[in-house]
């Protein structure tokens, strides 16, 4: 691989863990937010900035309301795709693949390790529906802290989406324009020349792309 060893390995989760883990350290703010693609039922496209809460060994997991827009367009196609770019590094990650929820004990944890005002709030949200005012907003948040208490569980109708890939592409900025581009896909791709290599979340294939 060129571009020093940046690029190297062979498994795409713990490469993007390793480029999360420099993003840490030069990204001011959310280092770990990504920009989500789904599509609604009329198959127009629809993109929104979510924060990524784990990459997992063969997994990407963020979490939401079930109830939003993005939910309801994520489980009606049950796929999505994300970037996530970091402009200290000049890098950025592309992810597609298929969706499933996160629902057991990881989404409690999370849930749990959250401020108490945001567990309130996920409880007084209804994401993503219309809204009178702020002070209906607070008023419900304020509604809920008498109902729910200092310990709420967390909602039927919140929790976590795990974005399983179908291919991951890693990029980085290139000089005159002719950046490095590396894509793996779960499937050899035809008679195009491909690298296939196993890692601990199994087989891809990784192809150089043009710029």
């Known amino acids: ?38 599509v609604d039922a009329d198959g127009l496209p629809d993109v929104r900035m979510v924060l990524l809460k784990e990459i997992a060994d063969d997994s990407f997991v963020f979490y939401t309301n079930y109830t939003s827009a993005k939910a309801s367009q994520i489980e009606g196609a049950g796929k999505a795709a994300f970037v996530m770019h970091w402009k200290s590094l000049r890098r950025q990650i592309r992810v597609r693949g298929l969706v499933t929820r996160e629902e057991g004990a990881a989404a409690d944890a999370y849930y ?24 209906a907003l607070m008023a419900e948040v304020a509604k809920v802290t008498l109902t729910k208490g200092p310990i709420p569980a967390r909602p039927p109708f919140w929790g976590g989406f795990r974005i399983t890939p179908l291919a991951v592409e890693f990029w980085a900025d290139g000089a005159f324009r002719l950046h490095d581009r590396f894509r793996w896909t779960r499937a050899a791709p035809g008679d195009q020349v491909a690298r296939r290599v196993t890692g601990a979340s199994g087989e891809w294939f990784i192809q150089r792309l043009n710029p």
Do not use: H, Y
């Open 1 to 38: 691989m060129e571009k020093g060893d940046i690029f190297a390995g062979d498994d795409p989760f713990v490469l993007a863990r390793a480029w999360l883990a420099e993003a840490e350290k030069t990204e001011s703010n959310d280092p770990n937010a990504i920009a989500l693609a789904s």
């Open 112 to 135: 749990n390790s959250r401020s108490l005002t945001s567990r309130l709030g996920a409880w007084a949200s209804r994401q993503s529906q219309p809204l009178s005012s702020r002070e």
